[in-house]
């Protein structure tokens, strides 16, 4: 379709999307009313809040033992097949199908986002954020796991929690000892690249770095993407985990949990709303909140479990103090879009926009599964250090590459320029002058940030999105970093890979910094502070720490500091940030904790007279 004008592909790929958002509108308002009615009170062993990447393993490994009974709850609804594939991803954002959560206003970064704020996309279905992200396979440094250890998480070092990785993959390369072999989840490299990823890797190789399997022994260098995809179709953690109907598992969608429900300093059950009519349900062993790290925090909060001044302000009665509820807020950010000029044989390399529209994509995928939309767009990534000065044996890569095959032009802003949130001013003076050129990019992302966030109560009120406040670029190292990070990819598409082909760094200032020299520190700050992004990674709002850390909301056995029959598994409880896409190391904490659960209660099996009693006084009362 490359003799079509590209307004007129445009216009074809806008009627594409339209059509696409009104077919999720209609799966989400047919499943919400033909699913039937549930019990106004429900009794269950594990009730389990959340049903995304986290949420669906526990549940899922819960009911593994037939004498448990668990219940999972779901604020969304369920994907269609469609969503399996693997390129609709972006289309999902802004859906509702997604949270649609919005930061505030950000005071050191995002200044050509709308009214200074990020874009927090988070899944509101089952499948959570792993049905609308980019379905990287990455664990992370062992060191990062080595230092939550070492801050007093006892059994969550890297070689302790290496097994958990193994438990839930299945990969070719079995034979490491880092791969696991049985696993429900298949991860493999993509089955289909742009000839462009080869310039990527060739020009890793050039400035001195391996290319390998970066989730085995390998902790620095460059590598094709790996993937949780099998026969060309995503798999997310619903798909594989919750795909065999068990009796002992009762999974309901369209119910939003609006608080935690106590006996004195224990857990008891959940009060939630079920397609709009408010619900009980009770366990007798323990209340899970996998809900991310905006549900997660939220819900404690709304309980009565945090800051008491937070929690007062907003009359709500307090069960425990806990002032780290919410704190220690962290996220990748990244920046980079555009960066890549592709001319001469590089120009017919990338992927473009008639590419994706052709007949022949089309019945290359649904044909045999492979071809542009079997691919997840970021073809290739790398662990790298932005300085020659950091003690490699003592610390981690600090900045990743992400390479991707297109720009944010290439669609003319259909979508993209929505979902992050561009003003129309940058876009029209940075991005549309390349809508009909061939251009690539390779985003730089902060690895380990310094800069701490919080998520904060608006009301008591459960249907009121969070105060999410990220506080990008606080701290002055990270700025710094991801500078030093945009110079090593300007070195890297200056490499002789790039060069013999006719791909170059693109030389385009962003109007907003003309007013300092292009490539200069002080151009790349301003441009950062500018053009910051979310690689949709929060974390770290439920810490993980011993009770002695004022900020620790979990034990190492995530439950909840002071409170019985409550834990906290999901992204949330992570210390401090892995330096990866963080959905394997969250899938990780699932099948971790959900084996720290069954260890636990295999020890203190509940009598069956102690939970008729239970159940009898719920019921009285």
Not at 162 to 179: G, I, L
Not at 423 to 433: D, H, L
Not at 575 to 595: D, L, S, Y
Request: aromatic share 12%.
């Amino acid at each position: 379709m490359n003799f079509l004008p590209f307004r007129l592909l445009i216009f074809i790929y806008t009627i594409a999307v339209c059509f696409f958002q009104l077919y999720c509108r209609f799966c989400n308002w047919s499943e919400r009313f033909l699913s039937p009615e549930c019990d106004d009170n429900l009794f269950f062993d594990f009730i389990v809040v959340g049903g995304g990447s986290a949420g669906a393993v526990v549940a899922s490994r819960l009911s593994e033992d037939k004498g448990h009974s668990v219940l999972l709850l779901e604020a969304g609804g369920s994907p269609s097949s469609l969503f399996d594939t693997p390129s609709v991803a972006p289309m999902l954002q802004k859906t509702d199908y997604d949270w649609q959560f919005v930061t505030e206003p950000q005071k050191n970064s995002c200044l050509a986002l709308n009214n200074n704020a990020s874009v927090w996309p988070r899944g509101k279905i089952l499948g959570g954020c792993g049905r609308l992200n980019f379905m990287m396979h990455v664990r992370g440094d062992p060191r990062d796991f080595d230092s939550w250890a070492a801050t007093g998480n006892q059994g969550w070092s890297y070689e302790q929690v290496v097994p958990f990785f193994k438990k839930s993959e299945t990969h070719p390369n079995h034979k490491s000892r880092f791969r696991g072999r049985n696993g429900p989840i298949h991860v493999d490299y993509l089955s289909w690249t742009s000839p462009l990823v080869e310039l990527f890797l060739k020009g890793g190789q050039a400035l001195g770095y391996a290319v390998g399997d970066l989730n085995g022994d390998l902790t620095e260098g460059f590598s094709v993407t790996q993937v949780n995809v099998a026969h060309g179709k995503r798999l997310s953690t619903d798909s594989v985990f919750l795909k065999k109907k068990m009796n002992n598992l009762k999974v309901l969608t369209f119910s939003h949990v609006e608080k935690v429900l106590f006996h004195g300093l224990r857990a008891i059950g959940v009060k939630f709303s079920h397609k709009g009519k408010t619900k009980f349900a009770y366990s007798t062993k323990d209340v899970i909140l996998s809900a991310g790290a905006v549900g997660s925090p939220q819900i404690l909060m709304l309980s009565g479990v945090g800051a008491t001044d937070h929690l007062k302000q907003h009359k709500i009665d307090v069960i425990r103090d806990l002032p780290g509820v919410g704190l220690n807020l962290q996220d990748h950010v990244t920046t980079g879009a555009n960066n890549v000029l592709l001319e001469g044989k590089s120009a017919a390399m990338g992927l473009n926009l008639a590419t994706m529209l052709s007949p022949f994509t089309a019945w290359q995928y649904f044909w045999s599964k492979s071809g542009p939309v079997s691919s997840n767009g970021c073809e290739a990534y790398a662990m790298v250090y932005s300085s020659e000065k950091i003690n490699r044996s003592s610390s981690p890569p600090d900045v990743q590459l992400l390479f991707f095959p297109t720009g944010h032009s290439f669609e003319g802003g259909t979508v993209l320029k929505d979902i992050t949130g561009t003003r129309t001013e940058v876009w029209q003076s940075y991005f549309a002058p390349f809508e009909e050129k061939s251009v690539a990019s390779i985003f730089a992302v902060l690895l380990r940030p310094k800069s701490r966030g919080s998520i904060r109560l608006k009301s008591s009120n459960p249907y009121e999105h969070p105060v999410i406040n990220p506080n990008y670029f606080n701290h002055p190292d990270d700025i710094e970093t991801i500078v030093r990070g945009l110079q090593f990819v300007q070195k890297l598409v200056e490499s002789d890979p790039f060069k013999s082909n006719g791909a170059s760094f693109n030389p385009f200032p962003l109007t907003q910094c003309k007013l300092h020299e292009f490539a200069s520190f002080e151009y790349w700050e301003c441009y950062v502070r500018h053009m910051t992004g979310t690689v949709y990674h929060p974390c770290g709002t439920c810490k993980m720490g011993p009770s002695a850390d004022s900020q620790a909301v979990v034990d190492d056995k995530l439950r909840v500091h002071g409170i019985r029959g409550l834990r906290v598994i999901d992204a949330s409880i992570m210390p401090t940030i892995v330096g990866a896409n963080i959905n394997a190391a969250t899938i990780m904490i699932a099948e971790k904790g959900a084996q720290l659960i069954k260890d636990y209660w295999s020890n203190r099996a509940i009598s069956s007279t102690y939970r008729d009693f239970f159940v009898w006084n719920l019921k009285k009362n």
